[in-house]
């Protein structure tokens, strides 16, 4: 059984495969309608399960669209409707599911629900985003980064503000394609040691700074996030913005990196919070090729799953 259940889980080689797949498969139907089927339409006949315990807009839209390209069909599911949220376990649900659909796509809470699911499903199961992580997003990043500047081996990624989920995956990514990362944000925020360890176990190299001018200097990318994730506590926001304002990145930010760095935002962003609408629209900002290559990167990475 094949599960994508995070960056650093899945092997180097198999990565690769799926971001050259993803190009490929991207230029083959450049320009068509977006309805359109691909000339291949390797998921034809099979049932992809969409699980959302979480909102989402392009999770749910771009693996929605890439089942259909691929000529496969969707069941969009909400985990409040299912018995999922009225303590049928974790377990069985995966038992039942696997009974009736291909493949599960789930985006939850818990990490450990992702992982129950994934261990007693017999199709596979694919991570769309939990509060510990969220490879898919990270795998449409490197997409981006390399379709514009070539390979990403050897840059400076540069997060600023939450050490969140998000960042968690480029982490695990920074050890797998061979990038170094500086992280700059409070330190009550700072990513979590494991994926910091993983990191640094595969050769990058992995620096905390707390001067957000500092951490940008001879950046390639420069990232962010949300200052408050779904899972976290709406009674949290204030003193998370107190703390992450120092960490915004505005024009002036982005001049102490460079012309060449670029901008990255896995959205929906808060326009003026984490980043000003002057980066976001501006000549750097990638964010919306980003957004596109959720398709191009997740069909790809279903196929590896289902070895079509
Ligand atoms: N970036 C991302 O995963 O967006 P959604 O929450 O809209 O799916
Ligand atoms: N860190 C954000 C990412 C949203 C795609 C969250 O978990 O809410």
Redesign the pocket.
């Known amino acids: 059984m094949t599960h994508f259940l995070d960056i650093h889980k899945t092997d180097v080689a198999d990565l690769n495969n799926i971001l050259d797949q993803a190009k490929s498969m991207k230029t083959a139907r450049a320009g068509l309608p977006k309805g359109t089927p691909d000339a291949d339409t390797p998921l034809a006949n099979h049932m992809v399960a969409l699980i959302f315990e979480?909102p989402?807009t392009?999770?749910r839209v771009s693996f929605d669209m890439g089942v259909r390209q691929m000529g496969g069909q969707t069941m969009v599911l909400s985990g409040n409707d299912m018995q999922l949220g009225h303590g049928e376990t974790i377990a069985d649900t995966a038992r039942v599911l696997s009974r009736y659909v291909d493949m599960i796509m789930i985006r939850t809470f818990d990490e450990s629900v992702l992982l129950e699911m994934a261990e007693y499903a017999s199709v596979p199961v694919i991570n769309g985003?939990t509060?510990r992580s969220?490879p898919c997003?990270i795998m449409a990043d490197i997409l981006t980064y390399e379709e514009n500047h070539g390979s990403i081996k050897g840059k400076k990624v540069v997060w600023l503000g939450?050490g969140?989920?998000?960042c968690t995956s480029f982490l695990h990514a920074a050890g797998q394609f061979g990038f170094d990362m500086t992280f700059a944000g409070p330190s009550i925020l700072d990513p979590e040691d494991e994926a910091i360890g993983f990191a640094r176990s595969k050769g990058a190299s992995v620096s905390i700074e707390r001067d957000a001018e500092k951490a940008v200097e001879g950046a390639d990318l420069i990232v962010t996030?949300?200052w408050?994730?779904?899972?976290?506590k709406q009674s949290a926001r204030e003193r998370r913005h107190n703390l992450l304002r120092p960490y915004q990145v505005n024009k002036d930010l982005m001049s102490h990196a460079g012309d060449d760095a670029v901008f990255m935002h896995?959205?929906?962003a808060h326009r003026e919070e984490e980043v000003t609408s002057e980066v976001m629209d501006g000549p750097q900002s990638l964010v919306f090729d980003e957004a596109e290559n959720r398709l191009h990167a997740q069909k790809a990475v279903m196929r590896h799953c289902l070895g079509l």
């Open positions: 979480k989402s392009r999770t985003l509060d969220h997003q939450d969140n989920n998000v996030d949300t408050l994730s779904m899972h976290d896995c959205l929906p």
